[in-house]
């Protein structure tokens, strides 16, 4: 679709201090109207976005490293998103797919049917939120099994509604003084290849793991040993991500989701997978349970489906989905028309594989310029994650240590340079990358150069190199 502004460029742009002027005068005003109970990563208002730049209310152009939490992958002002939703604007904006009926709820469905992991007959609901794909997924299983109880993981996040808090592993900021939350739900032991809580004994004295398949096998025995204390035959559902989000972008142990396929077989337990953050092309595939060879029961959208148009998914193997009586799921907006629209705006993006390739070779680049920081410092412990979901943890080398405060200033550095980062993780100490699938290489790199220059001095005790010094390239 024609836009009448004019192109965003694709370059990083300086014009005042971050969060600038007319920025600060929004937060302000803000903070009279909306509750504190809202965080905020960086107080800058957006004026425009677009591939990998937000363009703020002052003129600055940041490098974009978030995607509104891993969604605006295709862009967040596609032409085809906008085309489709512009179209379906001026049809209709609402019927409830509870009252009427529209297509574009069907075709949305029909592609994650046949796009999600496994080969087997599926169906699929759709719903607004992903906190609200992780209800019904246990609705749905509990409807479907007869059993009530849900297994979830350490540093497992799987939303802020009651429900989806009490399957979140993190206290705070996410569960603090909002309970007592809902019963049956027991958690176990992940399978983190760098802290891992099961296996002390695959850790040698540089606290660096032996093996990362011992670091399965333990923390396997020990979700059988949770399940059994808590009588397997009373479990609904397993929920768990493919690569943990919020807890710090832990990629699992090797094998250990694969025994869990096993282990969820076994007992008649629905295996959800949980791919709200990591899938829809994020880590390159379209889902990231590719990557372990297994197929959940129930596979969960939402996220990047469809582009910032609020949408969730849950699609599974048809017996469990139609388990449940007519008129058991639903909702006012879920899956609103002009939410569908954006979703086949997106499936028509990933039509020709591009945007897989370039969230590979977004990881290919990102390992090329930090990867080498593990080494070259004492405070990188990790670099890791799979396509565009990359992430570093800072750590004290050898005792391991968390350093929140290095993430922190880290982050503080790259966004006073017109670089959004984030951080997450059970420590806090985790730098997160999810740049836009639609981000040049040339801006890549130079966020890229921002942040490696920003670790290195921190690590090294400097103080900020300037913006000039560390890309003189600025626009
Ligand atoms: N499952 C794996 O990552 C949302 C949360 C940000 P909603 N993650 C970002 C925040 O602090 O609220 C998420 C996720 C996984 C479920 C959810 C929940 O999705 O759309 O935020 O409800």
Same mark, same amino acid.
């Given at each position: 679709?024609?836009?009448?502004?004019?192109?965003? +460029?694709?370059?990083?742009?300086? %014009?005042? =201090?971050? +969060?600038?002027?007319?920025?600060?005068?929004?937060?302000?005003?803000?903070?009279?109207?909306?509750?504190?109970?809202?965080?905020?990563?960086?107080?800058? $208002?957006?004026?425009?976005?677009?591939?990998?730049?937000?363009?703020?209310?002052?003129?600055?152009?940041?490098?974009?490293?978030?995607?509104?939490?891993?969604?605006?992958?295709?862009?967040?002002?596609? +032409?085809?998103?906008?085309?489709?939703?512009?179209?379906?604007?001026?049809?209709? @904006?609402?019927?409830?797919?509870?009252?009427?009926?529209?297509?574009?709820?069907?075709?949305?469905? &029909?592609?994650?049917?046949?796009?999600?992991?496994?080969?087997? #007959?599926?169906?699929?609901?759709? $719903?607004?939120?992903?906190?609200?794909?992780?209800?019904?997924?246990?609705?749905?299983?509990?409807?479907?099994?007869?059993?009530?109880?849900?297994?979830?993981?350490?540093?497992?996040?799987?939303?802020?509604?009651l429900m989806t808090m009490a399957?979140?592993? &993190? #206290?705070?900021?996410?569960?603090?003084?909002?309970?007592?939350?809902?019963?049956?739900?027991?958690?176990?032991?992940? *399978?983190?290849?760098?802290?891992?809580?099961?296996? @002390?004994?695959?850790?040698?004295? !540089?606290?660096?793991?032996?093996? /990362?398949?011992?670091?399965?096998?333990?923390?396997?025995?020990?979700?059988?040993?949770?399940?059994?204390?808590?009588?397997?035959?009373?479990? %609904?559902?397993?929920?768990?991500?493919?690569?943990?989000?919020?807890?710090?972008?832990?990629?699992?142990?090797?094998?250990?989701?694969?025994?869990?396929?096993?282990?969820?077989?076994?007992?008649?337990?629905?295996?959800?997978?949980?791919?709200?953050?990591?899938?829809?092309?994020?880590?390159? @595939?379209?889902?990231?349970?590719?990557?372990?060879?297994?197929?959940?029961?129930?596979?969960?959208?939402?996220?990047?489906?469809?582009?910032?148009?609020?949408?969730?998914?849950?699609? /599974?193997?048809? !017996?469990?989905?139609?388990?449940?009586?007519?008129?058991?799921?639903?909702?006012?907006?879920?899956?609103?028309?002009?939410?569908?629209? =954006?979703?086949? *705006?997106?499936?028509?993006a990933f039509e020709d594989g591009t945007l897989l390739t370039?969230?590979?070779?977004?990881?290919?680049?990102?390992?090329?310029?930090?990867?080498?920081?593990?080494?070259?410092?004492?405070?990188?412990?990790?670099?890791?994650?799979?396509?565009?979901?990359?992430?570093?943890?800072?750590?004290?080398?050898?005792?391991?240590?968390?350093?929140?405060?290095?993430?922190?200033?880290?982050?503080?550095?790259?966004?006073?340079? /017109?670089?959004?980062?984030?951080?997450?993780?059970?420590?806090?100490?985790?730098?997160?990358?999810?740049?836009?699938?639609?981000?040049?290489?040339?801006?890549?790199?130079?966020?890229? %150069?921002?942040?490696?220059?920003?670790?290195? !001095?921190?690590?090294?005790?400097?103080?900020?190199?300037?913006?000039?010094?560390?890309? +003189?390239?600025?626009?």
């Amino acid at each position: 679709m024609t836009s009448s502004l004019t192109p965003l +460029p694709q370059s990083r742009h300086l %014009a005042t =201090a971050i +969060p600038g002027p007319r920025s600060q005068a929004l937060h302000a005003e803000r903070q009279a109207h909306v509750t504190d109970g809202f965080g905020i990563a960086l107080p800058v $208002f957006i004026d425009r976005a677009d591939g990998g730049i937000l363009q703020d209310v002052d003129g600055n152009r940041l490098i974009d490293f978030a995607s509104g939490i891993a969604v605006t992958s295709i862009g967040a002002s596609n +032409p085809r998103v906008r085309e489709r939703v512009a179209a379906q604007l001026e049809r209709f @904006t609402h019927t409830c797919f509870m009252v009427t009926e529209y297509e574009s709820f069907t075709q949305v469905a &029909k592609w994650l049917n046949e796009h999600t992991p496994g080969d087997f #007959e599926k169906r699929t609901a759709l $719903f607004s939120t992903g906190a609200e794909a992780v209800e019904n997924a246990v609705k749905i299983a509990r409807s479907a099994t007869g059993r009530s109880k849900v297994l979830v993981f350490d540093e497992a996040y799987h939303g802020r509604s009651l429900m989806t808090m009490a399957m979140t592993a &993190k #206290e705070t900021p996410y569960r603090l003084n909002f309970g007592p939350f809902p019963t049956e739900v027991v958690r176990a032991a992940s *399978a983190n290849p760098l802290r891992p809580a099961t296996a @002390t004994n695959t850790t040698n004295d !540089d606290g660096v793991p032996a093996s /990362g398949a011992d670091v399965a096998a333990a923390a396997l025995a020990s979700v059988e040993a949770t399940l059994a204390e808590h009588g397997p035959e009373s479990f %609904a559902a397993m929920v768990i991500e493919p690569i943990q989000g919020e807890g710090g972008f832990i990629v699992p142990a090797p094998g250990f989701l694969k025994g869990l396929r096993e282990i969820a077989t076994k007992h008649g337990i629905v295996l959800v997978i949980d791919e709200i953050q990591a899938g829809m092309g994020r880590t390159g @595939t379209l889902f990231a349970s590719e990557h372990e060879g297994i197929a959940g029961d129930m596979t969960l959208s939402a996220k990047a489906l469809a582009d910032g148009v609020p949408l969730s998914a849950v699609t /599974g193997r048809a !017996d469990l989905m139609n388990a449940v009586h007519a008129g058991g799921l639903g909702g006012t907006y879920a899956g609103n028309p002009l939410a569908c629209e =954006a979703a086949l *705006a997106v499936f028509e993006a990933f039509e020709d594989g591009t945007l897989l390739t370039n969230a590979r070779s977004i990881e290919a680049t990102a390992r090329e310029v930090l990867e080498p920081l593990v080494a070259e410092t004492d405070v990188v412990a990790e670099f890791r994650g799979r396509g565009a979901m990359l992430a570093l943890e800072f750590a004290d080398r050898g005792t391991l240590e968390p350093r929140a405060d290095l993430a922190k200033e880290i982050s503080a550095r790259c966004h006073a340079q /017109g670089v959004l980062t984030l951080t997450c993780g059970t420590h806090g100490n985790v730098i997160r990358l999810l740049p836009p699938l639609v981000i040049g290489d040339e801006l890549f790199r130079d966020g890229l %150069a921002v942040l490696r220059q920003a670790i290195v !001095d921190v690590a090294a005790g400097r103080d900020a190199t300037t913006a000039e010094a560390a890309a +003189p390239a600025l626009a």
